[in-house]
């Protein structure tokens, strides 16, 4: 066929047609599957199982990732052996002479074991040894609204392994799944292993030979509907199909062929109208895969491992937990926490006081440094030594104690976490390294000696601790008083100090004033004439309006940092930070980083499946020495079924 025949060009003009998916998470993901298997399971009978898993992994990835259809639908007929899928497939192909050539694939023969490919064009890469291609010209086909190829596979619980192999290929491939079933095998336990194969595609359900007269197959359809949902959440399944049994109708075989043909492309056309989303399809498909391959590698290794599958599953626990309970302790207690808060409160307040409300602002530059302090303050202006002194040794305490928090900030994180690491961990990684021993029987003598080694470090503390301090800046910045109040309060302060000082200022410009013109004016030059203020009325004077300033500046600043504010910022700083632990948890930021090599192949190896792991990237990160993957499969674990 010629790439100008018109046939040829709706062929390729196909909607299903696009760009190729993007592979190298997965395939980065088995690569590191592989390498910690040789890393820990080396060329033992267990070894060579799971490496021959992550090939039969690769080559299910491969099926549904290769468009061997040039971009064409396929539609693969599936179902038991004898559930009447070849008798289906001659009625979509019906008005072409290739119709004969389909036998029913009852027998054992050479037939009935190869994947039968029909259509107008045959699929790239045929292999003739478990493939066939019978040539069948689109117009002669039942239409469905846009090219396809018929896949007309073996029996897929077959007993034979190579017939389920090829039955499996087909699964993979499909666009749309067309699942017959006889009315008299609806409740056959191979249907649900079948549909849980193909999960994420298309699924038409066709109920064949139903016999005139029965009443409850329509409940029985939607019971069986319902069944197949429940065991392919991913997929889609359309209302089944009811076909009757020619031999018990008025009707003739040609005629109840022809409604089966219709209804079923009428269900394929509209199922891939409303859903023809096919690169989408094909990520719901791959997240399937991705996910049975863990859990079938998990239940291999749990199997066959007991005692290091328990080692991993305690030392998975406290690697779960540690990050967050490292990340927590940097806010500290409940009172370190709300020291800081009320301080960053303060610092706020004294920001928005411009300078020129003297001397209310550099009261409250006093109030900052004695927070705590405050009676020994009342007490000092009023001529107190020993609070003089007290409040001086607060002041100092507060700078102190804020330069040992900084301190405790930038290095007492990474001390705690290496220590609540180490204390935590090292009993766990002594027996999982005893574990891991007894199945490295070629380990090298000096192997088994870690007692001083280093366990793990915590990564992503840096980032965590910016982080940290954004939030405390941003949640105590949203809870400080606004820019109008702080100056609002300083307006007042200030006036009131000088309303008060007032009166003795004006006492003594006046007297001064007086005796300036006194010699000026009429040339007397009598010095006593001039005012001769006494320095302890002067004093008092100010200490008498400092002191109420500095009452309504105490009031101010007990309004800023009062108790129940405090409380409500502390509450929000620790919620916020949880939810940022937990997001770099699950992103793979926040992290422990295995210090040896072999014991980070190991734990990651035998995590995989795990249903407690908080998120995939992590579980291809834990432990890498290399962070080349990045996949993010599913946190589901999906139930294995080996019957097929």
């Known amino acids: 066929m010629s790439a100008s025949d018109p046939q040829h060009t709706e062929w390729l003009a196909s909607p299903l047609a696009g760009p190729a998916t993007d592979t190298a998470p997965g395939d980065l993901f088995l690569q590191r599957v592989r390498r910690a298997t040789r890393s820990v399971l080396g060329n033992t009978p267990l070894g060579q199982q799971v490496v021959a898993l992550c090939e039969d992994h690769a080559r299910s990835r491969a099926a549904i990732l290769n468009d061997r259809a040039g971009g064409a639908a396929v539609v693969a007929v599936v179902g038991a052996t004898?559930?009447?899928?070849?008798?289906?497939?001659?009625?979509?192909?019906?008005?072409?002479?290739?119709?004969?050539?389909?036998?029913?694939?009852?027998?054992?023969?050479?037939?009935?074991?190869?994947?039968?490919w029909i259509g107008p064009m045959p699929p790239a890469d045929l292999d003739a040894s478990s493939e066939e291609f019978l040539m069948c010209p689109a117009d002669q086909m039942e239409p469905i609204g846009t090219p396809y190829l018929i896949v007309d596979s073996p029996g897929a619980t077959d007993d034979r392994q190579r017939i389920a192999d090829v039955a499996r290929r087909a699964l993979a491939m499909a666009t749309v799944l067309v699942l017959v079933v006889r009315r008299d095998q609806m409740r056959s336990h191979s249907v649900t292993v079948l549909n849980q194969i193909g999960e994420g595609t298309m699924v038409v359900p066709v109920i064949n030979a139903v016999r005139d007269g029965d009443d409850s197959v329509v409940v029985d359809a939607d019971a069986f509907q319902s069944r197949l949902r429940k065991t392919a959440p991913a997929s889609l399944i359309v209302r089944p199909?009811?076909?009757?049994?020619?031999?018990?109708?008025?009707?003739?075989?040609?005629?109840?062929?022809?409604?089966?043909?219709?209804?079923?492309?009428s269900a394929i056309e509209k199922a891939m109208v409303e859903n023809g989303q096919a690169g989408h399809r094909q990520t719901t498909r791959l997240n399937v895969l991705e996910t049975r391959f863990r859990s079938a590698l998990h239940s291999i290794l749990r199997d066959r491992l007991p005692g290091l599958s328990d080692a991993v599953q305690s030392l998975h626990r406290e690697t779960k937990q540690i990050p967050s309970h490292v990340a927590e302790s940097l806010l500290g207690s409940g009172g370190s926490l709300r020291a800081v808060v009320r301080s960053r409160l303060r610092l706020s307040l004294m920001e928005n006081t411009s300078a020129i409300w003297f001397p209310y602002r550099s009261i409250l530059g006093v109030l900052n440094l004695t927070s705590g302090a405050w009676d020994r303050l009342l007490l000092s202006l009023s001529g107190s030594l020993p609070s003089l002194i007290g409040t001086i040794w607060a002041g100092t305490r507060n700078v102190m104690e804020g330069q040992n928090a900084a301190s405790e900030i930038r290095e007492g994180l990474l001390r705690r976490s290496n220590a609540a690491i180490d204390d935590r961990l090292r009993p766990l990684t002594l027996h999982f390294r005893s574990e891991l021993s007894k199945l490295r029987q070629d380990a090298e003598p000096g192997d088994g000696d870690h007692s001083d080694s280093a366990v793990a470090s915590l990564a992503g503390l840096d980032t965590l601790q910016e982080e940290s301090q954004r939030i405390v800046q941003r949640c105590t910045d949203a809870a400080s008083w606004p820019a109008?109040?702080?100056?609002?309060?300083?307006?007042?302060?200030?006036?009131?100090?000088?309303?008060?000082?007032?009166?003795?200022?004006?006492?003594?410009?006046?007297?001064?004033?007086?005796?300036?013109?006194?010699?000026?004016?009429?040339?007397?030059?009598?010095?006593?004439?001039?005012?001769?203020?006494?320095?302890?009325?002067?004093?008092?004077?100010?200490?008498?309006?400092?002191?109420?300033?500095?009452?309504?500046?105490?009031?101010?600043?007990?309004?800023?940092?009062?108790?129940?504010?405090?409380?409500?910022?502390?509450?929000?700083?620790?919620?916020?930070?949880?939810?940022?632990?937990?997001?770099?948890?699950?992103?793979?930021?926040?992290?422990?980083?295995?210090?040896?090599?072999?014991?980070?192949?190991?734990?990651?190896?035998l995590s995989i499946g795990l249903k407690s792991m908080p998120g995939d990237r992590r579980a291809n990160d834990l432990g890498s020495h290399d962070q080349a993957s990045n996949h993010r499969p599913n946190d589901q674990s999906a139930t294995e079924d080996t019957e097929v």
């Not at 199909?241 to 492309?265: H, M, P, S």
């Open 241 to 265: 199909v009811i076909v009757a049994d020619f031999d018990t109708v008025d009707q003739g075989e040609d005629q109840v062929g022809l409604q089966a043909a219709q209804q079923v492309a």
């Open 484 to 605: 109008w109040a702080s100056t609002l309060a300083g307006l007042i302060g200030t006036t009131l100090f000088w309303a008060l000082l007032a009166g003795p200022i004006v006492a003594l410009y006046r007297e001064y004033l007086s005796a300036s013109y006194g010699v000026v004016g009429q040339g007397s030059g009598v010095l006593e004439s001039f005012p001769h203020p006494n320095f302890s009325m002067i004093l008092t004077s100010v200490l008498l309006s400092l002191l109420p300033t500095a009452v309504f500046a105490m009031w101010v600043v007990a309004m800023v940092q009062r108790r129940g504010k405090v409380h409500a910022v502390e509450t929000q700083i620790r919620d916020e930070h949880h939810h940022v632990i937990g997001r770099m948890q699950s992103d793979g930021v926040l992290r422990l980083r295995w210090d040896d090599p072999l014991l980070a192949d190991a734990e990651f190896l």
């Open 82 to 116: 004898g559930q009447g899928k070849s008798w289906l497939v001659r009625q979509m192909i019906r008005r072409s002479g290739t119709r004969e050539l389909i036998a029913s694939g009852n027998n054992l023969d050479q037939a009935t074991e190869k994947l039968r």
